[in-house]
């Protein structure tokens, strides 16, 4: 084998990159940096293209090659600074360092305001079962199972008040996740009039469903958005018309029904999509909002400062400490489980993730479920409760913020109720927020 000797790199020609090497004809710059002629800074982690480009390619190579953001859906936030202010460190701490007496006052005045509120009934048993969907079932897998049950049932709901079986409807998915709640609605539309579908979620994820819609006559949007920045009243399908001919031609009311779902939508994320729908519906007296089914969780995490209703607390005897001991109280519903779904630290919520639940990473998780597994003795805990004393009082503390949220639909005219969805042994988040047009 003969060794020659390397050749020299040529002087650029016009037009040619000057990264250009005859033996390998690696580009070492980024795109945006390829100025012909001018030296550069090189940079190895960038991964170049295998041929150099000719001065009439030069552009749609740096196109390609993208260097600036993809644009973002126009929105306009409807909160403001003062919502998301942090809550006084002096009421955290009075709520974290509750005593047992006082446990004990708070504890009666949450049991009185849940019997005043359901009348010493729980919220609807509702468990159903879908058929166009029940095909879908992996009974190999066990998380499979889980939620299968769990969508079919809220879809069997749905169903039950007439929202899927509206014509040309568009279905709002928020905290959307991977979208498998979306394709299972998708499946049980198939074979109707196609629909659209918004789905909103503030992270990408691997593995979505999106890629199935494709092959269906419904469209499917995505937004990489938060739901805080989300105004529903920019959202095109609010402003595309389905009219009969036998409307008026000078009829413009917006007649397409929109439903918006979701299942396992986390704190604060809940709230935020109540409001924001809530704020179109208030301005919009034509509104085509048909219905609204939302599956709430991880209540430790709403924020008094986005809960719709807070007159609705201060006439239930809840002070702004109360309202912080009611969400610390509330993970208690998870008690002996330490779990909080891990999608809401990243996402809006669940939405069929699950991978992995994990103890929630709270600053008050002393007094909260996220230890409660580690007590051997029901005595250790400090309240002195025990665990299905604990469970039951984060069940009527959950249910309170989520009857808050009913009112708040009602004062906008919508029909509203809680029901419980699925059995607890399939998730203790086993209830859901439905609300639909009288």
Not at 6 to 19: A, E, F, I, L, V
């Amino acid at each position: 084998m003969t060794n020659k000797p390397p050749k020299k790199r040529p002087d650029p020609t016009p037009g040619q990159c000057h990264r250009f090497l005859i033996n390998k004809p690696h580009i070492k710059t980024q795109a945006s940096s390829h100025a012909l002629g001018i030296a550069t800074a090189v940079s190895p982690s960038c991964h170049p293209p295998l041929t150099a480009p000719s001065t009439t390619h030069l552009a749609s190579h740096a196109h390609t090659i993208r260097t600036t953001p993809s644009p973002k859906a126009a929105s306009i936030s409807i909160s403001t600074a003062d919502d998301y202010v942090t809550p006084n460190p002096a009421v955290r701490a009075a709520s974290r360092d509750m005593t047992s007496d006082e446990l004990s006052t708070f504890a009666r005045k949450v049991q009185t305001a849940y019997e005043s509120l359901f009348k010493g009934q729980d919220p609807e048993v509702s468990i159903m079962d879908y058929e166009p969907v029940k095909f879908m079932l992996n009974e190999e897998s066990k998380w499979g199972r889980k939620h299968h049950k769990q969508i079919v049932s809220l879809l069997g709901n749905m169903h039950k008040l007439g929202l899927l079986q509206q014509p040309a409807s568009t279905f709002i998915g928020l905290g959307a996740g991977t979208g498998e709640f979306s394709y299972y609605l998708l499946k049980s539309l198939f074979a109707s009039t196609p629909a659209s579908f918004v789905l909103v979620d503030r992270q990408s994820l691997k593995y979505a469903t999106d890629k199935y819609f494709k092959f269906t006559a419904s469209d499917m949007t995505r937004l990489k958005m938060d739901l805080k920045d989300l105004n529903f009243a920019n959202l095109d399908v609010f402003h595309h018309p389905s009219r009969p001919a036998s409307d008026a031609p000078n009829d413009n009311r917006p007649t397409k029904p929109v439903i918006a779902y979701s299942k396992h939508l986390c704190g604060i994320a809940t709230d935020l999509s109540l409001r924001g729908l809530m704020s179109y519906v208030a301005t919009t007296p034509d509104h085509n909002l048909a219905g609204i089914m939302i599956a709430s969780c991880c209540h430790q995490l709403v924020q008094p400062h986005t809960f719709p209703l807070p007159e609705y607390l201060d006439d239930l005897g809840f002070s702004g400490c109360d309202f912080e001991r009611l969400r610390i109280v509330s993970a208690w519903r998870m008690s002996g489980t330490g779990k909080v779904s891990s999608s809401c630290v990243k996402g809006h919520g669940d939405n069929d993730i699950d991978s992995g639940q994990q103890t929630a990473n709270l600053e008050d998780e002393q007094h909260t479920g996220g230890l409660d597994q580690d007590c051997v003795l029901v005595d250790e805990h400090w309240s002195g409760m025990n665990l299905k004393e604990r469970e039951r009082l984060g069940y009527q503390a959950k249910r309170i913020i989520d009857m808050g949220r009913v009112k708040y639909l009602e004062q906008h005219g919508f029909k509203a109720k809680l029901i419980e969805y699925i059995d607890a042994s399939s998730t203790p988040e086993n209830v859901a927020i439905v609300a639909w047009k009288p």
